[in-house]
């Protein structure tokens, strides 16, 4: 049979589209359904480089017995939390409040009226390990909701009672000093993980917002802690598997507290995040590592995650499969052994690759087979003898089966994904990575904005998604357009940026300057979804903040840095409790606190000496500087960049223009005094 899924846009749903389950999508129909039936519902939410909800699918859902007592006894609904944001936040909510964890699979089970009142995530298909199977699950679901209705009902109605109950007061806490970001930097101290680098024990993630905090505070204060933190973070992750040390990218997490084995799915957030803060250690230390990464990476993700329509993949799986046994296994793709290496290599070459990339006999993965990492001790190779070695190896792997790739368009991390590769473009004098910002740009503007500039949150092959854009949608777009507008000097990008971001004040904020996830106007959920807090990238909140702030700095707009101020009053509240999770709204205090600076750049586009003061105002490391370029546009505002308004050429020659705090510096004809204008201020 083929159920309801086979027309949707997301390649997660596209993957259940023949299992036997009679699944249907997120839709006003399916709650329909069950009131007319009398059953509940089984809402089963996931995506599709999600190694558990594969093994799950397989278990379950594509077994026959399994799917037709699905069927018999309930409307099943399958979303793919990509796609829909809004319902994964709002029942993982009552996943974690009810069982105290959470993760996907997600599987809960709701009255007609979209209330749950039973919850879980993977569930196996024989008891294990003290859980019980997905079968008795089911029987007991079902057994309540015929024997004890009135019970499941009272359940359902307290936990949406509960949640209702969760109002965040974060609007009153007023915008972050400098004293709250010196007790974030305290906590985080305290957190840190001196001898491995990162946060936290196993399994460890890639703490991409906090390491740009870090490069900001060190850039505001001088703090050489902070940098220290930053810098060998960074050098660990690259030296560890969860770096892809051929073909360049970060995986999701590491599952050890040393970076060495990765859970192998590779997000296009993560690496967008990640490009983003090695430029940014480059720019702040003159790393070569920093600069290898942030290139390799950026190439990641034109290589491999690239659409023919010029927009980003969402994702590439874990799994793929092994040519040995012919299963799906995770990190079949990118492990080796050291008769592998020898036999692409050569028995030199072969062996002093296995010691170059830590490949030992037993192994540090499964079954006998490494991960690639750069050890500590490991040989010394010139750069051509080792750029050699990994244009071989990763020659060869591209000829083993690849792991599967989500191919949908999410607005939100291509946002992300167009402000990394632009400045790495800049940074690294390469145009390509800038025309590849634009092209991912101009597809968000063609096929996920309305003629409201509202966006769409997916599209798939050049075709929109049905469902609306989030918070964190408007929010990374908007910074991806002003990150693009000051490389390019276009200031279209600006101009959009302003449409997204009306649309936030408009649709999106609380009368205390709180944010909601979901508009106004968006589907009504049993609660609407509010999380301030950065995790795997930040939160529509911090978001939406940082842009707002950017644009302020660009247009003098008193709304949007009040909106900005307001929104901030989260990293207030939460930085120094529990700066891990508020990375992206520390990093956009240190700009709020730094002014942040305004850089006007005027001379004609073709001129070199332009070109000079240009790269030095994107290169200075001045927390969340806006810059604008451009030729003089006269008093009359009617230019593309308000910053350039009434600004000139100085006895000729293109010039800078440095302000803060609604004070500006001497305008500048010389790179290097500009440098210094955009250096730490003195207290």
Not at 107 to 125: R, S
Not at 216 to 234: I, K, P, V, Y
Not at 464 to 489: C, I, R
Request: charged share 25%; net charge negative.
């Amino acid at each position: 049979m083929s159920n309801r899924l086979a027309h949707e846009t997301s390649p997660y749903l596209l993957q259940h589209a023949d299992n036997p389950v009679d699944w249907w999508p997120w839709s006003p129909e399916a709650f329909a359904q069950a009131r007319e039936r009398g059953v509940p519902v089984l809402l089963s939410v996931g995506y599709s480089s999600c190694h558990w909800c594969h093994v799950m699918a397989h278990e379950s859902f594509e077994d026959e017995p399994t799917a037709a007592y699905m069927n018999e006894h309930f409307v099943n609904i399958k979303v793919d939390r990509e796609e829909r944001p809004d319902v994964d936040a709002v029942y993982m909510e009552a996943v974690q409040a009810a069982t105290g964890q959470g993760g996907w699979p997600m599987t809960v089970f709701l009255t007609p009226d979209a209330e749950p009142f039973y919850f879980g995530t993977y569930y196996p298909p024989e008891p294990r390990h003290g859980m019980p199977s997905f079968t008795q699950i089911l029987q007991g679901v079902s057994a309540a909701w015929g024997d004890r209705r009135e019970e499941v009902a009272d359940v359902a109605q307290r936990v949406v009672r509960d949640l209702a109950g969760r109002k965040l007061d974060y609007g009153k806490a007023g915008a972050p000093g400098g004293e709250e970001l010196a007790q974030a930097l305290l906590a985080l101290t305290r957190e840190y993980d001196a001898t491995r680098g990162g946060f936290g024990g196993a399994p460890k993630f890639p703490p991409s917002m906090v390491l740009e905090f870090l490069l900001r505070h060190h850039a505001r204060t001088g703090s050489e802690g902070a940098l220290q933190m930053a810098a060998d973070t960074c050098e660990a992750m690259a030296r560890g598997g969860i770096y892809d040390q051929l073909g360049g990218g970060f995986a999701r997490y590491s599952v050890d507290r040393d970076w060495v084995v990765p859970h192998f799915e590779k997000m296009l957030y993560d690496n967008a995040l990640l490009c983003r803060v090695y430029a940014h250690l480059w720019r702040a230390t003159g790393s070569d590592l920093a600069r290898r990464v942030a290139l390799e990476t950026a190439d990641f993700m034109v290589r491999e995650l690239r659409t023919r329509e010029g927009g980003f993949a969402s994702a590439l799986d874990a799994d793929s499969e092994d040519p040995a046994s012919g299963k799906h296994v995770e990190g079949a793709y990118y492990a080796w052994t050291p008769a592998q290496l020898t036999e692409v290599l050569g028995e030199d070459d072969g062996a002093l690759a296995a010691v170059y990339f830590g490949v030992g006999d037993e192994g540090n993965f499964e079954h006998g087979t490494s991960v690639l990492t750069l050890p500590q001790e490991g040989p010394v190779l010139d750069a051509a003898k080792a750029a050699g070695i990994r244009e071989r190896l990763l020659a060869a792997r591209v000829r083993r089966p690849a792991p599967g790739r989500d191919d949908k368009v999410v607005a939100a991390w291509n946002g992300l994904a167009i402000a990394a590769l632009a400045e790495c473009g800049a940074y690294f004098e390469r145009p390509d990575l800038i025309e590849r910002a634009t092209e991912a740009a101009d597809l968000l503007v063609r096929v996920h904005m309305d003629g409201k500039a509202r966006l769409a949150r997916t599209s798939r092959d050049g075709r929109v998604g049905a469902n609306a854009g989030v918070l964190e949608d408007y929010g990374d777009v908007a910074e991806g357009f002003l990150a693009l507008g000051a490389v390019t000097g276009e200031g279209v990008w600006l101009e959009f940026a302003g449409f997204l971001l009306d649309l936030v004040l408009d649709r999106f904020t609380a009368e205390d300057g709180s944010l909601y996830d979901t508009a106004h106007d968006a589907e009504q959920l049993i609660r609407r979804p509010q999380d301030p807090t950065d995790t795997a990238a930040p939160s529509g909140w911090t978001a939406a903040a940082g842009a707002l702030l950017s644009y302020a700095a660009h247009t003098g707009s008193e709304a949007h840095r009040t909106a900005a101020e307001r929104a901030l009053g989260v990293v207030h509240a939460l930085g120094p409790r529990v700066p891990r999770f508020i990375g992206h709204g520390l990093a956009v205090a240190e700009a709020l606190l730094d002014g942040p600076r305004e850089v006007a750049v005027v001379g004609q586009p073709d001129d070199p000496a332009t070109a000079a003061l240009h790269r030095t105002a994107l290169l200075g490391t001045a927390p969340g500087a806006v810059v604008a370029v451009g030729p003089p546009q006269g008093t009359d505002g009617a230019g593309e960049f308000p910053l350039l308004t009434g600004r000139g050429v100085v006895e000729g020659r293109p010039a800078a223009y440095v302000c803060r705090h609604f004070v500006c510096a001497r305008p500048t004809t010389e790179p290097a005094e500009l440098a210094e204008q955009l250096g730490p201020v003195t207290p």
